[in-house]
């Protein structure tokens, strides 16, 4: 069999949409039940809603104020950005301690971790933004 059809029989698992029953508890092996999943997805969808995009819309909005915009919004992003992420770090840690402890696995488990690469992707964005505006971190312009 030619390397190219492995390759492709391969990458058709890896991306083939997991059967319900497939997700499992490895801790006593019960299946996790679609109730459950949809609960997840709602917790992770009112993360996004509630704190992840947010915070990349107001870093977004601070990115692209002038270097000689108007110092009272960018005071009021800065905080605003604070605070999103306090609350995205916490919502994230919830969600994160709760995935650690019932060891999720399959679907789950890598919908969860498409949210945690997002959350790094916000967590890299404002340490590049805020030195790039000329602004420290844990400095709000008088």
């Known amino acids: 069999m030619p390397k190219t059809h492995i390759l492709v029989a391969l990458v058709g698992l890896l991306i083939a ?19 459950e999943y949809k609960n997840l997805h709602e917790t992770m969808k009112k993360i996004y809603g509630q704190a992840l995009n947010p915070w990349q819309h107001a870093m977004n909005e601070f990115q692209g104020m002038n270097m000689l915009g108007n110092w009272e919004r960018k005071n009021e992003l800065l905080k605003e950005i604070r605070a999103l992420k306090t609350d995205a770090e916490r919502e994230v840690g919830n969600l994160e301690r709760f995935m650690t402890q019932s060891m999720r696995t399959g679907r789950a488990y890598i919908d969860f971790l498409h949210m ?12 590049a933004i ?13």
Do not use: H, T, Y
């Open 130 to 142: 805020l030195p790039l505006m000329g602004v420290s971190a844990f400095a709000v312009q008088p």
């Open 17 to 35: 949409p997991a059967p319900s029953f497939a997700l499992i508890n490895q801790e006593n092996a019960m299946p996790i039940r679609s109730e």
């Open 116 to 127: 945690m690469a997002d959350f790094k992707a916000l967590q890299r964005q404002e340490k």
